[in-house]
């Protein structure tokens, strides 16, 4: 791309979204309100509409945006490490509107209410039928993270995701979470049930024994005349964030120098326009940005990072923009360029909220979910508990719903100590709202969600907080694997994100006793990633954490959470507390 300043500075404020004030729209029907939101005009010859990390998440839900989304170093500062009014400020968006909601943590309970729920497939069919009439030819890009994070999704083997993307009208895919259902499960869905309506693509994943390509490295596409190649890129660390031995034969990795040998391929063959479908993160993606010239756009995933506004990066061979689409059904990005001359000479690019109660469900979608969910619904409905305070996930280092997991974790089985993923999956609940076991599995349903109690060292405690702290936080983005810290319960310690590797973790404390590097202690977990805790007989954690639910009187207590103390990095425009 080769856009002056002049013409990337006046295009910038474009991608930003309307403000739509608490009451604007109070009183509006829905289609009214739809019209205020989602009528975006036309612009140029080519249109990429993009979604990621879904999660599985086929009804609309509440989801809490994160207050502390630390940027450090070069980072610190800069998108996607703003939270709250930082980020608002960015984006030009209004506090108290709508778009705010859907951005930002900020009045969370009191917006949820006035709004309503987010995402939902019915829903968000409606808009991209909507835009695909308004755009023609354009296609629906995928980002991964599309068949995991729900009941149903593990109860029918990821169908029930498969069977609504088709609906939906994706055209091109890449993947991460969609691996753990195993190297056959994968391919019987690509080449089966995919099979001449949705192209899987993925440069970085190849073969072990002889480096084959597993799955198509690009697709190229005519839209209105114009050639567009979209590369894939799934997600690099797959075999470390996840159990190897589901992508046993299978080779990943960020593979820039391949990346770029696709970018000049594809360009021979007469591409006008490439972008890069990514499962990276949003930090690797910036730095991919910078290192492979010839890229359009990078739009991206796995960070769940909502971005407004797209970041512009400078390369040896020009500009490419990178962008985030969130999670879970929340956000559909909308990326338009102008191709003249067998060239980008110009882009629009909007972040679009789903609101379920602004855009009417579309009555097709609807019955194929209903039709989904019919079996499991009984099941799916069961109140386990209400709660009392607000349960959410996202954040740097704890959210009240992974502090219920820890809670249950050490009450149940008898532990010192409980660790829980990092994961920036789930979906999150009001005050009074009732904990059912879809919730309870929005927030754990994976192929691998045993739950464990192992004694561990204190200095083995140590270790696994600061290799995961050091995925979190390293400084160069190609060392980072995305996600968030382990939450952590029972233990106290601090924290040094600015620290060398090896040093971030200190002053770590159990019942305000300092743990010992010798001494053994109880730690309970869940998702280990080694092959023989699949055969170890262990419970299933949603059946640990139900069995504390159930037990509880029927009301959970808002939970207080565990954080660490936080040094070296404060004030920062990510942290607020």
Known sequence: MNLTKREFFQVLGAGTMAGMGLGTYAEADAATAANGLYDIPKFGNVSFLHMTDCHAQLKPIYFREPNVNLGIGSMKGNLPHLVGEHLLKVAKVRPGTAEAHALTYLDFEKAAKRYGKVGGFAHLATLVKRLKASRPGSLL??????WQGSATSLWTNAQDMVDACKLLGVDVMTGHWEFTYGMERVKEIVEKDFAGKVDFVAQNVKTNDFGDQVFKPYVIR?????????????????????????????AFG????????????????????????????????????????????????????????????????GKTLVTNAGSNGKFLGVLDFQVKDKKVTDFRYKLMPIFANMLPADKEMDALITKIRAPYEAKLNEVLAVTEGTLYRRGNFNGTGDQLLLDALIDVQGADIAFSPGFRWGTSLLPGQAITREWLMDMTATTYSYATVTPMSGATIKTVLEDVCDNLFNPDPYYQQGGDMVRVGGLQYSCNPMAG??????????????????????????????????????????DVVETW????????????????????VLPNPGYVA
């Open 222 to 250: 005519e839209m209105n005349g114009v050639p567009c190649a979209i590369i894939g890129q799934a997600f690099p660390y797959t075999p470390i964030a996840n159990p190897r031995y589901m992508v046993a034969d299978w």
């Open 549 to 568: 639910l159930k037990a509880g009187g029927g009301k959970v207590a808002a939970r207080k959470l565990n954080m660490p103390k936080v040094e070296g």
């Open 501 to 542: 590797m090896g040093k971030r973790i200190s002053d770590m404390r159990l019942n305000g006793k300092l743990i010992e590097a010798d001494k053994s202690y109880m730690v309970a977990g869940w998702a280990p990633v080694a092959e023989e805790a699949k055969s170890a007989g262990n419970k299933p954690v949603w």
């Open 141 to 146: 890009l995928d980002g991964g993270d599309t």
């Open 254 to 317: 960020i593979q820039d120098e391949n990346m770029q040998a696709m970018v000049n391929e594809a360009r021979a063959k007469g591409a006008q326009v490439v972008v890069v479908l990514s499962h990276n993160g949003m930090d690797v993606d910036l730095k991919m940005a910078s290192r492979v010239s010839g890229i359009d756009a990078i739009m991206g995933g796995h960070t769940h990072d909502g971005m407004p506004v797209a970041s512009i990066v400078s390369n040896k061979g």
